[in-house]
Nanobody, 123 residues
Framework: VQLQASGGGLVQAGGSLRLSCAAS????????MGWFRQAPGKEREFVAA????????YYADSVKGRFTISRDNAKNTVYLQMNSLKPEDTAVYYC?????????????????WGQGTLVTVSS
């Protein structure tokens, strides 16, 4: 099982980025997927999660209304659209897959992790 995250980069405050995470090695249409992030010197934290069908989503309060998680099961891919970015959104973003259809908001709820993609938001 491999997760390949992409789409990170440098953006000015107020800008947008879309992260993608492509999964391979198995079919993920019956699994929940999530995004976490880790800022320098801080612990990894939950960002967003989506259930197997895409019908249920959860967001951290810090990104609610600015970020949108979605998935394309035909492509085994999960996305994170990030709008109105702030300098405090700067972090390495990780995608994760859970062996279960329901969402989870904690790290130990996920079984597979991608390598991370760096997002830097300048002020």
């Amino acid at each position: 099982v491999q997760l390949q995250a992409s789409g990170g980069g440098l953006v000015q405050a107020g800008g947008s980025l879309r992260l993608s995470c492509a999964a391979s090695g198995r079919t993920f249409s019956s699994t929940a997927m999530g995004w976490f992030r880790q800022a320098p010197g801080k612990e990894r934290e939950f960002v967003a999660a989506i259930n197997w069908s895409g019908g249920t989503t959860y967001y951290a309060d810090s990104v609610k209304g600015r970020f949108t998680i979605s998935r394309d099961n035909a492509k085994n891919t999960v996305y994170l659209q990030m709008n109105s970015l702030k300098p405090e959104d700067t972090a390495v973003y990780y995608c994760a897959v859970r062996n279960g259809i329901a969402v989870a908001t904690t790290q130990n709820g996920y079984d597979y992790w991608g390598q991370g993609t760096l997002v830097t938001v300048s002020s």
